[in-house]
C-alpha cells in the first residue's frame, strides 16, 4: 500500500505559529523524509465558507496568502500537491454518501466541534433573529467533510495538532462503517502528532490556552521583525511574577512554552546577549538554566522577551525573505495551485468511481442491469 499524506488549512487569514508547530513544520521535515509516495496539502476553503458563507471575499483573499505561508515556510511543490478544496468537486459527492453513515448525535458529541462551535458564539438554539444564532449545517458536519478529504486520497498519514485528534477518529468511524456495509473499499487513516509536547498546543500571546486569528493573539509567519518584537514583549508571563527578584512559574507560561517549542542549543552562543543588562547579567547554556534561575527569581521578563523575539525572528527570517520573492510573480503561485488542484481531482475522481462502484450506484457500469454495452 502507497503512503500518503493529507493535511491544510482554512484560508481564513495568513498562518499563524501555532499552525507552524502545530503541523507546517513537519510537513517540510515529511516531504523532505522520502517516506511518503504522495503528499496532498489541500487549501480548505469550502469548509471555511461554513462558517464565512456571508464574507466569501475574505476566503478568497486568503487562498494565495496560505500558498504563499506554505511555500515560504518551504513546501516544494515538486514534492507535494497544493490544491483548493472547492476545485474537487468529488469531495462535495463523498460528503453526501457518508452523512448516511453518521447520526446527528454522534457530531454532537465530538469534542472538536463542540468547542470550535463556542468559540464562533453559535448558539444550540436558533430563534429566527440572528443569522449567528444557530449553528450552520455545513459547520456542524465539518467532520463528515474532513473525513470525505482525508479518504478521497486514501491518505495512510495525517499530521496534525492533538485538537483534531477527535475529527480524526471520526473519520476512521466513517471509514470503519463504510468497509463493514459495502465491502473494503476505504483506507482507515493513523494520525501523527507533534512530536515536541509544546507544539501540541501553543497558546496565544494573550495566555488563553490556543493561538486563534477570531481571538487576535497571533503571531504570524509572515509578520515583520518589529511586529513580531512588539507582540513578543506584550505577551502574557506570570502574573504573580511581580518584581525581578520575585521567583516566577515556567509551568503555564507562554513564553516559556514558546521557548520549549522554538529554542535550540545553538540559540545561546548566538543570542546570549540578550540576558546581559546593567543590573544584572547571565550567562546561561540550556533552557533548563533559564527556567531554573526564573524559578528562583532575578530573572525579568523582558529578558526572557528579548531573547525569544530574537529567537522567533531568526526562525521567520528565511521565511519573510522567500515570500518577498514569491510575491514578484504571484500567476507563478497560482500555476501551482492550479496544477496541484488538477492532480487532486484525477487522485479523486478515482477514489469517488470505487465508492460508487461498492455502493451499486454506478449504474451505467453495470451492463447486466441496463443492458447497454
Not at 496560505?66 to 478544496?85: E, F, M, R, T, W
Not at 487576535?216 to 511586529?227: H, K, R, T, V
Request: overall charge negative; aromatic content about 8%.
Amino acid at each position: 500500500m502507497e503512503k500518503i499524506i493529507l493535511t491544510g488549512d482554512r484560508p481564513t487569514g495568513r498562518l499563524h505559529l501555532g499552525h507552524y508547530v502545530g503541523s507546517l513544520r513537519r510537513r517540510v521535515e515529511l516531504q523532505n523524509s522520502g517516506e511518503f509516495d504522495k503528499i496532498f496539502i489541500m487549501i480548505a476553503d469550502a469548509q471555511a465558507l461554513t462558517d464565512n458563507a456571508d464574507n466569501p471575499e475574505k476566503v478568497r483573499q486568503n487562498i494565495i496568502q496560505v500558498a504563499l505561508d506554505y511555500l515560504s515556510a518551504g513546501l516544494d511543490p515538486s514534492k507535494v500537491n497544493i490544491c483548493i478544496q472547492s476545485l474537487i468537486p468529488q469531495l462535495t459527492e463523498l460528503t453526501f454518501y457518508y452523512m448516511n453513515l453518521v447520526t446527528v448525535q454522534r457530531l454532537q458529541r465530538n469534542p472538536t466541534v463542540k468547542q470550535e462551535i463556542k468559540l464562533r458564539g453559535f448558539s444550540e438554539t436558533d430563534d429566527g433573529s440572528d443569522n449567528k444564532a444557530g449553528t450552520p449545517v455545513g459547520f456542524f458536519c465539518y467532520p463528515i467533510s474532513q473525513a470525505a478529504d482525508i479518504t478521497a486520497f486514501k491518505a495512510t498519514t495525517v499530521p496534525v495538532g492533538e485538537d483534531q485528534e477527535p475529527m480524526l477518529e471520526q473519520c476512521r468511524e466513517i471509514v470503519r462503517k463504510f468497509n463493514s456495509v459495502y465491502g473494503p473499499t476505504l483506507v482507515e487513516p493513523d494520525i501523527l502528532l507533534p512530536d515536541n509536547a509544546a507544539c501540541m498546543r501553543l497558546p496565544g500571546t494573550d495566555g488563553k490556552a490556543k493561538m486563534s486569528k477570531s481571538l487576535g493573539n497571533c503571531i504570524y509567519l509572515s509578520d515583520s521583525e518589529e511586529e513580531v518584537t512588539r507582540k513578543v514583549k506584550g505577551m502574557f508571563t506570570d502574573p504573580g511574577h511581580l518584581q525581578v527578584c520575585d521567583p516566577g512559574k515556567v509551568e503555564g507560561n507562554p513564553v516559556f512554552t514558546y521557548l520549549d517549542a522554538f529554542c535550540k542549543p545553538g540559540h545561546f552562543d548566538k543570542f546570549g546577549s540578550c540576558f546581559v543588562g546593567k543590573k544584572s547579567s547571565f550567562e546561561f547554556h540550556s533552557l533548563d538554566e533559564v527556567k531554573a534561575q526564573y524559578r528562583a527569581g532575578g530573572l525579568g521578563d523582558m529578558m526572557i522577551k528579548n531573547f525569544l523575539a530574537a529567537i522567533l525572528n531568526d526562525t521567520l527570517e528565511p521565511m519573510r525573505q522567500r515570500r518577498a520573492e514569491l510575491e514578484k510573480d504571484l500567476p507563478a503561485v497560482w500555476g501551482i495551485l492550479r496544477k496541484g488542484t488538477e492532480e487532486a481531482v484525477k487522485v479523486a475522481s478515482a477514489t469517488l468511481a470505487d465508492v460508487r462502484k461498492s455502493m451499486r450506484i454506478d449504474y451505467f457500469n453495470d451492463s447486466e442491469l441496463t443492458g447497454l454495452k
